[in-house]
């Protein structure tokens, strides 16, 4: 299961790959750094309630689908407003005609 970036949008394969990708724990460091300065991993974990060990784990998943970025004193923070998510489910014969 794969994930692709296609400009400023995330595409899954599958419901089970988004959400292996992005569980409820793992989504808190996007939503903390809104509306702040850069937080650091300590601090995300912190308000998350995670040890700093996952909270790194989760930090570098996200950092890898773009949804946190790094600054340059090593915190994170959301270059983003919003986020919408969509999903479209098909069946397995796909879409009739």
Not at 34 to 52: K, S
């Amino acid at each position: 299961m794969q994930t692709r970036r296609q400009g400023e949008q995330l595409n899954f394969e599958t419901p089970a790959a988004f959400f292996s990708r992005l569980s409820d724990k793992r989504w808190a460091p996007v939503g903390a750094p809104q509306g702040q300065d850069d937080l650091g991993v300590c601090e995300l974990g912190r308000r998350a309630g995670r040890d700093v060990k996952r909270m790194h784990e989760d930090v570098q998943s996200l950092l890898e689908l773009g949804l946190v970025e790094r600054t340059a004193p090593g915190g994170v923070v959301r270059p983003y407003t919003e986020v919408h998510i969509d999903m479209q489910l098909l069946s397995p014969q796909g879409v009739a005609a």
